[in-house]
């Protein structure tokens, strides 16, 4: 499974985002992240457990990434984007909205045209630090997976608490200024093609209003075996009334 041990690493090429410099700012050493995804790239969170739990601060943070975009600008690297991910959920870490700030500083600085994207599964947007935080960024990049909460405790396995009408209510004090990631896949207890699933996953976007949907599929290995992935065109097709109704669509198998 997939980890990473750096703080700024890549930069990667990303289906969604061209050219991806990634920033994690969860603990090195394993994973941590209050969903289970079956579909996760860095496997289960048992696995990925480790004694060191320490998240990198500010200061630690800013150096690594200057560090890294001083490198990458002498080099003539090209950076579409500066993406949080890595091993979890990013705005886990305590100290997230202090640094989102030092990277709009350092992108304003090394990378004006890039963008910063967040890839985050939207648990945390009812803490208003985080909320502000995310809508400073370019690319707020937010996870619905099912369009209610069986769906998503299958697909997601997330931890106690989790509400799939707080998130929905967080999203829409977005008002439409982010962009709604969701996995399509075909799991023994879900399957994202399913007539009803689509119609009430439909239903939360046309309410959300999102200014751009990614809809993607496995493309990596997965800790859940039983998983069935989706091509393009499957997926074009099931998206095809939103995209009609004039809803911007990114495909990606």
């Not at 890549?10 to 079956?38: H, M, Q, T, W, Y």
């Not at 995310?134 to 509400?163: C, E, H, Q």
């Not at 859940?224 to 809803?247: C, H, I, N, S, Y």
Request: aromatic share 10%.
């Amino acid at each position: 499974m997939l980890h990473f041990n750096d703080i700024a690493f890549g930069p990667i090429f990303s289906r969604r985002l061209g050219s991806s410099l990634g920033v994690n700012i969860l603990p090195a050493e394993g994973k941590l992240c209050n969903f289970d995804c079956i579909y996760c790239e860095c496997g289960w969170n048992r696995d990925g457990m480790a004694a060191n739990r320490r998240f990198p601060g500010c200061t630690e943070v800013r150096d690594a990434l200057s560090a890294k975009l001083e490198q990458c600008a002498a080099d003539g690297t090209a950076i579409d984007s500066i993406t949080f991910s890595g091993n979890g959920e990013p705005t886990l870490n305590p100290e997230f909205p202090q640094i989102t700030d030092v990277a709009v500083e350092l992108r304003d600085r090394y990378y004006p045209e890039a963008k910063i994207s967040v890839l985050s599964n939207a648990t945390m947007i009812d803490r208003e630090e985080v909320f502000e935080a995310l809508r400073k960024t370019d690319n707020p990049i937010l996870k619905i997976d099912a369009p209610y909460y069986d769906g998503i405790a299958s697909v997601n396995r997330p931890s106690p608490g989790y509400s799939l009408e707080k998130v929905i209510a967080g999203l829409k004090r977005f008002n439409g200024n982010f962009i709604l990631q969701t996995m399509f896949l075909r799991s023994p207890e879900y399957d994202s093609s399913e007539e009803d699933n689509l119609k009430r996953w439909m239903d939360i976007v046309r309410y959300l209003s999102p200014r751009e949907v990614m809809v993607y599929t496995i493309d990596r290995e997965t800790p859940e075996k039983d998983l069935v992935k989706f091509t393009a065109g499957q997926m074009t097709e099931m998206v095809r009334p939103l995209v009609e109704e004039g809803f911007h669509i990114q495909v990606r198998g």
